[in-house]
């Protein structure tokens, strides 16, 4: 519902299954929130020590640098160290000693040995740090607070004492002295923002206690709200969709396959659209004689009026003389030119009468 409730806002969500797509994103326009959990795979060993935490704290810092505004709520900010040492020579009570190496001044409750607050229930907001109209920020039982330095501004202290006091009535038997809860600072050119836990921002939360004033607070007027998902086990695998969306690559994309699609129309020949299947032309077609037959054949690449005569010719290369009896007789020569001068199919008839005749009259 967080997020839902930023784009309802008009606020632009952009949820991200990479942490480093964040170098990516225009810093001055953009809301980064980073919510409950530590990135384990943030580990490496550096002059035989482990460091936990490195990637993500300079991730943040070009962010930062950058002008970005950063949201942490419930998530490890520091970097840490600890000693790789030899098994035989770990105290008895196990566990590793970690060391802030990087922690930009804030110290998480979770880290402190008292850890937790008794009961809280409502956070106040500080004034004027927090903008007007901002709500009472509930708390979770056991919610850790924050420790920080000088640089750093309260946004949310207390807690209130949760049997006692109300959101009507905050000030009641609060307990003192109020711890942070949600504090801001300026890192390079840009905003951290961090709270020490998440309930406030968990659904039902929203739903019950809603607090418009506090989430477009956190926005910081960056119209862009960037998301880190990878807490939650989602990772977009380093194929071609990724990198094309890592370096913005979609224009080159298109205009790729646009290239293609116009190197295969240029490789390939005209195109002529097939003329549709006639069934009972088919049908006339097997039927007719053999004059419309060699007419067809034969105008496929010769003039019509070319066509009786490559059909005289054929013949006359065959059958010399029968030709020259034909075209010599007095009564079948005027009636070769005349079928020579007609027609393609009424030329061809007649050949093949005269032809006709003069086969019988030589078997007589």
Not at 63 to 90: K, N, Q, T, W, Y
Not at 162 to 183: Q, T
Request: glycine share 8%; hydrophobic share 40%.
């Amino acid at each position: 519902m967080l997020f839902d409730s930023f784009e309802h806002a008009a606020y632009q969500v952009k949820r991200s299954q990479d942490q480093r797509s964040l170098a990516g994103e225009d810093a001055t326009r953009t809301a980064a929130f980073f919510i409950s959990g530590n990135d384990y795979g943030d580990v490496e060993t550096r002059d035989g020590k482990i460091v936990k935490g490195g990637k993500f704290h300079d991730m943040l810092e070009d962010f930062l640098g950058r002008g970005g505004r950063v949201v942490l709520l419930r998530h490890e900010s520091s970097v840490r160290v600890a000693s790789i040492s030899d098994p035989e020579s770990e105290p008895k009570s196990g566990g590793t000693t970690w060391q802030a190496e990087k922690s930009w001044g804030v110290e998480s409750g979770d880290n402190s040995p008292e850890k937790y607050e008794s009961v809280p229930a409502w956070a106040a907001p500080s004034f004027p740090a927090m903008p007007p109209g901002s709500e009472m920020m509930y708390l979770a039982a056991d919610a850790p607070w924050l420790k920080i330095d000088a640089p750093w501004s309260a946004l949310y202290a207390g807690p209130v004492n949760a049997i006692k006091a109300s959101p009507a009535n905050p000030k009641a038997d609060s307990v003192a002295p109020a711890h942070v809860y949600m504090a801001m600072r300026r890192v390079g050119n840009g905003e951290l923002v961090v709270a020490s836990q998440e309930s406030f921002v968990l659904n039902e939360a929203i739903k019950t206690n809603p607090n418009p004033a506090l989430l477009d607070f956190l926005a910081g007027g960056r119209p862009v709200i960037w998301v880190d998902e990878t807490l939650h086990g989602l990772h977009q695998d380093e194929g071609v969709l990724w990198l094309v969306q890592r370096y913005h690559l979609q224009a080159a994309l298109l205009l790729f396959w646009a290239t293609l699609v116009a190197l295969l129309c240029s490789m390939s020949g005209d195109l002529m659209r097939r003329p549709s299947r006639d069934s009972s032309g088919e049908m006339i077609r097997h039927g007719e004689g053999a004059g419309v037959a060699a007419r067809r054949l034969v105008q496929r690449s010769i003039a019509a009026e070319q066509v009786v005569a490559e059909c005289w010719d054929q013949f006359r290369h065959r059958s010399p003389q029968d030709a020259q009896t034909i075209s010599a007789d007095a009564r079948w020569g005027p009636q070769l030119r005349a079928a020579l001068a007609q027609p393609p199919l009424e030329g061809y008839m007649g050949l093949r009468r005269l032809i006709a005749e003069h086969r019988a009259s030589a078997k007589a």
